[in-house]
């Protein structure tokens, strides 16, 4: 990837342009010191003076009012801050006229940002001031004060926080009264700018020390550069946050989020002292000491999925190579290209008005849709449906271009989800919450229709990413989530009633990705890569865990490696130099998932045989667990020597009762309240007492007794019995009571349970087979 520059061979303003601000993705209005606002049209090439400012005003800054605020209200929309010299701030309509004037600071305005919701803005002075004012210039609070001037600063992702420099050092400082700030050192020189991307939470600095520096929001250092040549004048992330911008004297550099450098330009511009994306994410402009404003386009984004590579050539252009026989296509857009994505034999390609899908099996005929809005931010496939996110909306389209669905829910805001937030599978859509960072909203993915009657999956702590698996039915559907410490866990999702916990399967992962054929999980955690063959064994016999996954050292990958593709048996991992390394596993794993879900088992079997590899056998052993497929699962206990789990099937297999199989089973997973539920649920008293009793859990048992009137003295007597075996007295005041009220006496119990399991083989047994019905 790079960006391909213009700029005109004279400069359109006479002095410094210090600011540049995006109306439209075709729309540009820059302010220089000479006092002129130029509007700059990219479709037609054109350049309208505004208005020229009063002498005495000298821009600093200048933003435009956030889309997101311009669609709540609709009035007074098309309005932009501008900061200056003189001490005050401006706000300004697109036509030029000053709307507001307001005394800010004693010296110069060095930076203003609005809120991302457009409520408020924030300025940053000469006279070391950071201070919080309503969207129509009423002053809120003076949120710092400091002893030298604040160059940048910069809102929270959720606008409930500010960061700010101070010299050397950046400070967070939420909004909310007593709160402690975040203080550390940053550069070994004044830091002149400071950028905060709502989507990703990654702080970008640059300063006097010609460096930058990534950082995440915990002022943890990810990334930082090499010196360059002159201090760092202007920084802007694109609006996915995936990318951001650089500049320096007569330098002008495009990064990766990561922080390595895609492509590096050297204009003769002079200093660029700012940089502003458009809203589309596919250029940026940058304010010159020269004089001129300088235009980036993103070009060559390079896409790949199995044998097909497609890179974006030009504005309108893509090229196509099919690498197993070296064929090549080339793709003309009527508009200009804003996102492309590649997977499952489609791509799909969103330009300024229109959609366009392309199978690979015939990229003459592609099917075509209209744009509610152009400026779609995020692209997300699954092999029967995609998923676009666009200024406003969320839409789900069929490969054939119709609308499936458009998701809401309280408090959407479309523009800060991406990849690692939105998840989507044949049948769910899985979003994470920004609001609540705890709250997963999850959709029907051809209705739209909230799962669990509307019912958002929270979790205890803030989740950073969420993945749903591909393959499988929608009962079957698992959704893998990050939380803030870290930890990897996974939730087996429900369509009606209440969703089951979630099982922890590793901690400190940075990065993890499902494979696309078959429900294999992938991750890097702390110093390992791993790979999890069949995640939902946590569900079915968690001791199983371990002999299911593969882990290799994952030193060659270095620090901050992120999973980039999991394709059949091949891994592909993004270093943080941007390095791409690919590394493959077994795939045996595969195939016998593939033979599973066919429910072929006996091929399953022959394979395991054929392969003898343990992971394998314990793969197909907790499959066929799941599955029920008790004589599958005999056969593979036995061939990793599980010998106590292959004697419970067979005691499993001789139970006549099918409710009775079915609790066993859930057993043997260590699901013991599902077991007892089965067991209460089919009027299975006495089984679901003697359940809790062999697992010492007396205080269940007694209450199920009590309940339903039954073996109360059974209860008492094996509990009275494990207290006598390690010489303890009884401290249960419940026990207590009923020792009192019931008689224990063994041969009477004794004949109750046999008389029990006498009624149980007299009732009509269920067809024996190797399957348990669920």
């Known amino acids: 990837m790079r960006f391909k520059t213009s700029i005109l061979n004279k400069p359109k303003h006479t002095d410094l342009v210090s600011c540049v601000g995006w109306m439209s993705p075709d729309e540009v209005y820059s302010c220089s010191d000479d006092q002129q606002l130029l509007q700059w049209n990219l479709v037609s090439n054109e350049t309208t003076k505004v208005v020229q400012f009063p002498s005495s005003l000298y821009p600093i800054d200048l933003q435009w009012l956030p889309r997101t605020a311009v669609q709540k209200t609709k009035v007074g929309s098309e309005v932009f801050l501008l900061t200056a010299c003189d001490g005050k701030f401006y706000i300004v309509g697109r036509n030029g006229r000053i709307e507001k004037t307001v005394e800010a600071h004693r010296g110069a305005v060095l930076a203003g940002q609005w809120s991302h919701d457009g409520a408020g803005l924030v300025t940053a002075g000469e006279d070391g001031l950071v201070k919080i004012w309503s969207r129509s210039g009423m002053l809120r609070s003076t949120l710092a004060q400091v002893s030298v001037p604040v160059y940048g600063a910069a809102w929270a992702p959720d606008s409930d926080g500010v960061l700010y420099t101070t010299g050397t050092n950046l400070i967070i400082k939420p909004l909310a009264p007593n709160s402690k700030p975040i203080q550390w050192k940053a550069h070994d020189g004044v830091i002149l700018k400071v950028a905060w991307n ?20 915990f002022g943890r250092q990810l990334y930082t550069s090499t010196p360059h040549h002159h201090p760092i004048t202007s920084l802007a992330w694109s ?24 492509s590096l ?46 890179t974006v050539t030009s504005r309108k252009t893509i090229a196509l190579r099919d690498v197993t026989n070296e064929a090549w296509e080339k793709l003309e857009m009527r508009d200009r290209i804003i996102n492309v994505s590649l997977s499952y034999g489609y791509m799909v390609i969103i330009t300024s008005s229109q959609g366009y899908i392309y199978s690979t099996r015939n990229w003459n005929t592609p099917f075509i849709f209209d744009l509610k809005e152009s400026n779609v931010s995020l692209i997300v496939q699954a092999e029967r449906h995609f998923l676009v996110v666009d200024g406003a909306n969320v839409y789900v389209y069929s490969y054939d271009g119709r609308v499936l669905c458009a998701p809401r829910w309280p408090g959407m805001r479309t523009d800060v989800l991406n990849s690692r937030t939105v998840s989507l599978s044949n049948d769910t859509l899985a979003i994470r919450d920004k609001s609540d960072e705890k709250v997963v909203h999850l959709f029907d993915a051809t209705t739209g229709k909230g799962l669990n009657d509307g019912k958002a999956w929270s979790h205890k702590l803030e989740i950073v990413e969420v993945a749903l698996d591909k393959v499988g039915t929608a009962h079957e559907r698992r959704m893998a989530i990050v939380d803030r410490n870290r930890d990897l866990l996974l939730v087996t999702l429900q369509r009606v009633g209440t969703m089951s916990r979630a099982v922890k399967l590793g901690s400190m992962v940075q990065s993890l990705c499902w494979n696309d054929g078959a429900n294999m999980l992938a991750a890097l955690q702390d110093s390992k890569f791993t790979v999890w063959f069949y995640p939902a064994v946590v569900f079915v016999d968690r001791d199983m865990l371990q002999a299911t996954a593969m882990e290799r050292d994952a030193a060659e990958y270095g620090k901050n490696a992120v999973v980039d593709s999991f394709l059949d048996s091949v891994v592909t991992v993004r270093r943080a130099d941007g390095s791409l390394v690919t590394t493959s596993i077994t795939p045996y794993p595969a195939l016998l998932h593939s033979y599973v879900t066919a429910k072929r088992w006996d091929d399953a079997v022959r394979l395991a045989r054929f392969v003898k590899d343990d992971i394998v056998w314990a793969c197909l052993a907790a499959m066929s667990t799941a599955h029920k497929e008790l004589i599958t699962a005999e056969v593979a206990y036995a061939a990793i020597d599980q010998a106590e789990k292959v004697q419970y099937i067979r005691y499993i297999k001789e139970i006549p009762i099918k409710e009775v199989r079915v609790a066993e089973m859930a057993m043997l997973g260590g699901h013991i309240g599902d077991a007892e539920a089965t067991l209460v649920q089919s009027g299975l008293y006495f089984r679901a007492i003697m359940l809790n009793l062999m697992t010492y859990n007396f205080e269940r048992a007694l209450q199920l007794a009590i309940r339903h009137k039954t073996h109360v003295d059974t209860v008492v007597a094996y509990r009275k019995r494990y207290l006598a075996r390690f010489n303890k007295t009884e401290t249960s005041k419940l026990f207590q009571q009923y020792e009192k009220q019931v008689n224990v006496d063994w041969k009477t119990i004794n004949e109750k349970i046999a008389m029990e399991y006498q009624r149980e083989r007299e009732k009509p047994t269920s067809p024996q087979s190797n399957f348990v019905d669920t």
Do not use: M
């Open 198 to 217: 709502p989507n990703t939470g990654l702080i970008l600095s640059g300063g006097e020390d010609t460096r930058y520096r990534v950082w995440d929001n």
């Open 239 to 262: 609006p996915d946050g995936q990318l951001f911008a650089v500049g320096s004297f007569n330098t002008l550099r495009l990064c990766d989020k990561a922080g390595w450098c895609h």
């Open 265 to 310: 330009e050297k204009p003769s511009t002079g200093s660029i002292f700012n940089i502003a994306w458009s809203s589309d994410g596919t250029q940026f402009a940058g304010a010159c000491g020269n004089g001129h404003v300088i235009f980036s386009h993103i070009i060559e984004k390079h896409l790949e999925w199995k044998n097909y590579e497609a």
